[in-house]
């Protein structure tokens, strides 16, 4: 599976739209892109997923480009309790396990 | 919430002793996994099940060994544990097609 790269850390104003890169400049054409976040001691949440389209539920919105070497998840108002760790992982469909990488740690500041 | 136990929740031991955490479904779901997380390191793929008796290893597998003899339980055994082995494991449902993980509570693991 194609390779992650996320800022280590991100901060966003309360209120305001967090919008997190990610980028999988080798991704392969069945490759899906995941977004996950994990809230502090928590087990890993799933946010949304994509494959071309953008993408957008009640959580997040996801923007792939058109090349789809990169993605952004955008929590459109962010809230004191989106701080978290956010993972963004490319996989193939089917039976392939997610691994994740460390993510981007975003701080929500009041 | 998706229906996963983890047992048990904590636990501390001694190196060289065996230990076995559980996990524990009500979804019926095909996949499961193991995760460990550490500071500094995302989670890490321990070992994985895609069906009763069909397990595969993952990123981090050396010192554990999992088995699944029905589709609610998957176990994962430190068979001689190591202070390396101290974290906090992770199960998680799920998976397949969708890609969409339920994780449970997670078990904190310390060997002293």
């Known amino acids: 599976d194609a390779k992650t790269t996320q800022p280590p850390s991100m901060d966003c104003a309360e209120g305001r739209a967090a919008n997190l890169p990610c980028n999988h400049s080798t991704i392969s054409g069945n490759e899906y892109v995941y977004w996950y976040r994990q809230i502090h001691s928590q087990g890993p949440q799933y946010i949304i997923h994509g494959l071309k389209n953008n993408e957008t539920n009640e959580m997040a919105s996801l923007i792939i480009t058109e090349d789809r070497k990169s993605s952004t998840l955008i929590l459109p108002h962010a809230t004191l309790r989106d701080t978290a760790v956010y993972y963004c992982i490319v996989r193939r469909s089917g039976n392939t396990p997610l691994v994740f990488g460390k993510g981007t740690r975003l701080s929500v500041i009041a | 919430d998706a229906g996963i136990t983890q047992s048990p929740r904590h636990k501390v031991t001694e190196t060289g002793t065996p230990v076995t955490l559980r996990c524990h479904q009500t979804?019926?779901?095909?996949?499961m996994y193991w995760y460990r997380q550490d500071p500094g390191h995302g989670l890490r793929l321990i070992h994985y099940s895609y069906g009763v008796k069909d397990t595969d290893k993952g990123e981090v597998s050396d010192g554990y060994s999992v088995s699944r003899s029905k589709t609610e339980d998957f176990l994962l055994t430190l068979e001689s544990a190591t202070s390396s082995q101290t974290s906090v494991y992770f199960c998680?449902?799920?998976?397949?097609?969708?890609?969409?993980?339920?994780f449970g509570e997670g078990s904190r693991l310390t060997v002293l």
């Open positions: 979804e019926n779901h095909r996949y």
């Open positions: 998680a449902i799920g998976g397949g097609n969708t890609g969409e993980l339920f």
